[in-house]
């Protein structure tokens, strides 16, 4: 299966996507957010400059009815630097910070929970300092996010 096939096999998702002006090969330069993170020491799994690369600078606007949803429709942005601020890098680290392993931000979701992506690509949403678990991935936070079918979890930090 190739790395979109989830989203490709869901009809919706894939909709709301496209009208973003997101395709399957988009490949953007994500050099401005990582060249402030590494500046400030926040570090970037290799999953977050995947989903910045791809996803980077677009809005999804889900639509707000959706058969089965559980929960409202929020507009979900894909710009790390809205949503981080110089001094911050502690927080996103391993060591000492609220997520027990390296975190990036990537955006948003309805302009009040930063996403966030940790090691080994699972993508979180926060909000002060209260994190949740989105996906296990990007395709699986997308489809959560999008078709809203699916409650948030609650993230417990690794001892």
């Not at 699972?122 to 936070?141: F, H, K, M, P, S």
Request: hydrophobic residues 40%; contains cysteine.
């Amino acid at each position: 299966m190739n790395k979109w096939g989830r989203i490709l096999d869901d009809p919706l998702v894939t909709s709301v996507l496209k009208a973003a002006g997101w395709t399957p090969e988009r490949s953007i330069n994500a050099s401005k957010w990582l060249n402030l993170f590494r500046k400030e020491g926040v570090p970037v799994p290799a999953e977050a400059v995947s989903v910045m690369e791809n996803l980077g600078g677009l809005r999804l606007r889900p639509p707000k009815t959706v058969d089965g949803s559980l929960f409202s429709a929020s507009d979900i942005t894909f710009d790390p630097h809205g949503y981080y601020f110089s001094g911050d890098a502690p927080y996103f680290r391993a060591e000492g910070g609220s997520f027990g392993v390296n975190a990036c931000p990537i955006g948003d979701w309805g302009g009040d929970e930063t996403l966030v992506v940790i090691e080994g690509g699972r993508i979180l949403a926060d909000v002060q300092a209260t994190a949740r678990i989105v996906g296990e991935d990007i395709e699986d936070a997308l489809i959560r996010m999008i078709r809203r079918d699916r409650l948030l979890m609650p993230y417990d930090p690794p001892a």
